[in-house]
Nanobody
């Protein structure tokens, strides 16, 4: 599966952005999809994810501000980001893996990655 992440940009603190992760392939519904981010000088960290079947979701400490969702008919996963803060500034990546259950939070457990999209939140 090939992934393309889009939707990043420059936004003021308190604003919103919606990221999209578009996937190729007919079996996208068989993949759990997660969003990770990496700020300069920091390790890549888990942000949110959605499972393949029951659409169960998992969040890091962005819960309440960010919402992950998927539309399998469009082969797309979304990350709606509200109340953005300067510390949310990072390159955001989507990743996919054939996980039987749930969502994993470790980057190394995902084989398929999008190219990343930059989110910059100004104060």
């Amino acid at each position: 599966v090939q992934l393309q992440a889009t939707g990043g940009g420059l936004v003021q603190a308190g604003g919103s952005l919606r990221l999209s992760c578009a996937a190729s392939g007919r079996t996208f519904s068989s993949y759990a999809v997660a969003w990770f981010r990496q700020a300069p000088g920091k390790e890549r960290e888990f942000v949110a994810g959605i499972s393949r079947d029951d659409f169960s979701t998992s969040y890091a400490d962005v819960k309440g501000r960010f919402t992950v969702s998927r539309d399998n008919a469009k082969n797309t996963v979304y990350l709606q980001m509200n109340s953005l803060k300067p510390e949310d500034t990072a390159v955001y990546y989507c990743a996919a893996e054939r996980l039987q259950f749930g969502v994993h939070r470790i980057p190394g457990e995902y084989h398929y990655w999008g190219q990343g999209t930059l989110v910059t939140v100004s104060s």
